[in-house]
């Protein structure tokens, strides 16, 4: 299978940045630069197979917003993480989704390996978005949802195996919808050259189908 790419989105300082790099590089920063644009090349396992990602690590501060809907366009999977500390952050989520459905253009029935990423789990303390409203979100928009601590290295490995598969599984279907539509093409042309034999001329039979 080709390179594919996912792309972490997300309102700023929400972790995309510290959960990339622990994925990538395994370890947590705690000091916060905002990123104007990042990517990082690695692989990823799944079952007995492995394959090569890019991670397009993005801003999420709006003066460098620049650069974000390029990255959309050329994503094959998309994490949306907001903060559980920041209920701001969880409810800039929906104007993310439907940013990815516009660049991609793609109509709100078709499905896209999204998942809505609750970050900083480990700060239950300051807890703002209950893990219940979240995933009620994500079953709503037909997405997955897990929570993570970039800090403690929970469920990171997990995330990126949640976008990868449903990426793997959405681009199977769509081949075999490809597939179905390509097997009808064959009838389509023989039953224009049935007709063409039958009584009615070429000229009219060619008139009708325009
Ligand atoms: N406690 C805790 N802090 C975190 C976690 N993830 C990130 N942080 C901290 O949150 C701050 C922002 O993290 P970044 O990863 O830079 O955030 P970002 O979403 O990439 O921000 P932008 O690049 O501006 O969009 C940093 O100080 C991190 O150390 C986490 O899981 N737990
Ligand atoms: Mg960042």
Known sequence: MSLKRIVML??????KSAITLQYVSHYFANNYNPTIEDSFRTSITIGDDSYPIEILDTAGQEEFDA???????????????????????????????????????????????????????????????SKEQAEELARLWGISF????AKKKSNINELYQIIMKDVIDTKTKEDEEQKKLKEHEPTTKKSSKKQRNGK???????????
């Open 67 to 129: 650069l974000k809907d390029t990255y959309i366009r050329s994503g094959d999977g998309f994490a949306i993480v907001y903060s559980i500390t920041s209920l701001t952050t969880f409810l800039e989520a929906n104007e993310i989704r439907e940013r990815i459905y516009r660049v991609l253009d793609k109509d709100p029935t078709q499905h896209i390996p999204i998942c809505l990423v609750g970050n900083k789990s480990d700060l239950e303390s300051e807890r703002t978005v």
């Open 146 to 149: 897990i929570e993570t601590s």
């Open 10 to 15: 997300g309102t700023g300082a929400v972790g």
């Open 200 to 210: 009615k001329s070429y000229k009219k039979i060619g008139c009708s189908v325009m």
